[in-house]
């Protein structure tokens, strides 16, 4: 019998592992903290009995993800990481430090199936989903690595998260748990790019975390080309799952828009945004691009940036403009990644 990860499992999940085994429910709730302060040697778990951990080393382990690369910005405080999984894929998460606290942008999936034109992640191509352990592992090994607790955690690396639905609800309630994390809902931010009838089911959840959309282009013409789901979920369908989402969750969603020079950064496009956005509870985050070496695109002027900006304000939309973080190592999502599998290949 192949020996079950244990990292990665709710605290429900690792009760019902430990009451197979005949264990009281409360060794799971000793166990899953262990599991998330770091340990995973069970002969460190002081507080259960030395039986019980050889029992659990014959049937179980716990899994960890090694740091591959690691890449230091000299102009902010923000690390790139590369990670090796066990099977030897690699992904990239990002550690940045705010007023406000870390926060750190972890990936749901090797590689992204959906093919958003300006996105190093998807050019190779999806390799697998992530499982919940290797979601939390990244968070775990940052924190270890830097010393420090993340207060944030922003589900906006390479993949759709969406698209791993089930690992991705039992990783956020890992970090919530009081017993792991400890990080409120509100704390956590989840990226799609408008898988419709996902974002439905996740408002069903009624978790009151942040809803980010990409949404890049104000009509179905340009969507079409820049994020190819619309083909399959166009603007209309996407704002009416998030609508539902709003009313089920009573949360403000973020749409995201890169603005890439002389595509979707005029004027027209800033009011049709605003024509389509007005009125709903949402705020809109404008990314000025980072181009990536496989894409023709540029990224906007900044006097088209800040009237895009204005022309959305004036309408009684939030909005503001990303703060650029760790520009001098590969800022775009799965550049770094990116870099290193050319690199493999050269
Ligand atoms: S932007 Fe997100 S969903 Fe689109 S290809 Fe990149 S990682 Fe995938």
């Known amino acids: 019998m192949p020996k079950t990860n244990l990292k990665g499992k709710t605290i429900e ?21 262990w599991i998330y302060k770091g340990v995973t040697d069970f002969d460190k778990m002081t507080d259960i009995p030395k039986s019980l951990a050889a029992r659990l ?29 066990q099977d030897n894929e690699i992904i990239e998460s990002v550690k940045m430090e705010h007023r406000y606290g870390i926060s750190v942008c972890v990936s749901s999936q090797v590689g992204c199936p959906m093919g958003c034109a300006f996105c190093a992640s998807t050019i190779g191509g999806f390799r697998r989903n992530l499982t919940s352990g290797e979601m939390v592992d990244q968070v775990l090994a940052i924190q270890e690595d830097i010393g420090k607790r993340v207060s944030h955690v922003v589900v906006m690396g390479s993949g759709e998260p969406l698209l791993n639905y089930e690992e991705l609800i039992k990783f956020l309630k890992i970090l919530n748990s009081p017993l792991a994390f400890n990080i409120s809902y509100r704390r956590i931010t989840v990226s799609t790019c408008g898988i419709v009838p996902e974002i439905k089911r996740l408002a069903d959840e009624k978790l009151p975390i942040t809803l980010s959309v990409s949404l890049h282009a104000p009509d179905d013409n340009l969507r079409d080309r820049l994020v190819p789901v619309n083909r399959r979920y166009p603007i209309l369908e996407l704002l009416d799952a998030c609508k539902y989402y709003i009313i089920k969750t009573k949360r403000r969603i973020t749409f995201e828009y890169t603005l890439i020079s002389g595509v979707n950064d005029s004027k027209e496009c800033a009011v049709k945004l605003a024509r389509l956005l007005k009125g709903m509870l949402c705020h809109v985050n404008l990314i000025p691009l980072n181009p990536i070496d496989e894409r023709d695109f540029s990224r906007s002027k900044p006097e088209n940036i800040r009237l895009f900006e204005e022309i959305i304000k004036n309408y009684g939309i939030s909005v503001t403009v990303r703060q650029e973080m760790g520009a001098d190592i ?7 990644r990116r870099s290193f599998l050319d690199g493999v290949k050269k």
């Open 57 to 85: 080393k014959e049937i179980s382990y716990i899994d960890k993800i090694k740091v591959y690369k690691k890449v230091e910005s000299r102009k902010d405080d923000t690390i790139k990481y590369l990670f090796l999984l």
């Open 330 to 336: 590969e800022a775009a999502c799965g550049q770094l």
């Open 13 to 33: 999940e690792l009760q019902d592992f430990l009451t197979s085994l005949g264990e009281p429910p409360y060794r799971a709730k000793q166990i899953f903290r």
